[in-house]
């Protein structure tokens, strides 16, 4: 497996250590999933997302195709590869979502839920590791038409967590909060992945 994950909330950073890895001569995939999912149903925002259980599967189901489609092809290469959102952040949304439907009186149905959630494990199996961009105030958050609300961030990165750690799926933390120790720490990590991949090949 050649993929590695960025994930986490919102407005943490990881657009800025996807393209800082570039000058360590990573192999970036940069993939606007959500805006070209948006795009392509005409809306403008997330917002439809909240109003009704249909529309928010919708959205999901386009941007969980899309991401599919995204990582067979970077499988494909066998190039090892960072991509900027992972199916752990998919699941996410639909978490929380789901959960701000229920809190209106909007019923939910559980059974697709749980089917889609498996959908998403069944992709993050196919990551060789998963970066979480953690919250930090060294990052500030700046609000965007077309991302999801700041009062959203602190559940987007608990259920990332739980879907990651509670998933048994290998990860690293990004703790440090300065932009150049956070792209060393990513770049120093895919090379040492490829560097084992190489000595593992050799030896068979």
Known sequence: MSLIGLTGAHGTGKSTVLNGA???GV?????????NAQAMLGWENL??????EEKMWQLQEAILTAMY???EAILGT???????RTPADVWSYVDLWTTRLTAKGIKVDEHHKRVFKNRCRALASKYTHHIIVPISDAVPFIAET???DLEGRDYHEKAVCQFVVAGG???LVLLQTGIDERV???ATLINTLQQSHRLFQNAS
Do not use: C
Request: proline residues 3%.
């Open 146 to 148: 077309n991302r999801a």
């Open 169 to 171: 799926l290998s990860h």
């Open 184 to 186: 060393k720490k990513v």
């Open 47 to 52: 917002k439809p997302a909240e109003e009704s």
């Open 27 to 35: 192999k970036v995939v940069e993939s606007s999933l959500s805006r």
């Open 69 to 71: 489609d995204r990582d």
């Open 22 to 24: 570039k000058t360590y």
């Open 78 to 84: 066998h190039e090892f590869t960072l991509v900027d």
